[in-house]
């Protein structure tokens, strides 16, 4: 017998899984852009190319695209996992 509470989370599954492969192709897509206009992109971002911590723009921006890029792969193997895998633990817990 179906729930309510599975029912409705059984529609929002797709919806989901779009919204984190979409949130993972955008962050992977800045992420990249980070890393390759690092140069490019100084004048735009920041007022000077030096930073007091010793590194310069370019390095914050392209550490910056690279982490973007692993959250970017995270999220999406989030997404490829499912989400109803979670969810079947967390239903399973409650009937327990």
């Given at each position: 017998m179906t729930t309510l509470t599975e029912s409705a989370a059984s529609a929002c599954r797709p919806r989901l899984k779009l919204a984190l492969a979409a949130n993972a192709a955008f962050?992977?897509?800045?992420?990249v852009i980070a890393?390759?206009?690092a140069e490019t992109l100084i004048p735009v971002l920041f007022t000077s190319g030096d930073w007091e911590i010793g590194l310069s723009a370019a390095t914050v921006l392209?550490?910056?695209g690279i982490?973007?890029?692993l959250?970017?792969?995270g999220v999406a193997w989030t997404a490829r996992q499912g989400v109803s895998t979670a969810h079947?633990?967390?239903q399973t817990e409650?009937?327990?």
């Open positions: 962050s992977g897509l800045t992420g890393v390759a206009a392209r550490v910056l982490g973007l890029c959250f970017a792969a079947r633990a967390d409650l009937r327990a």
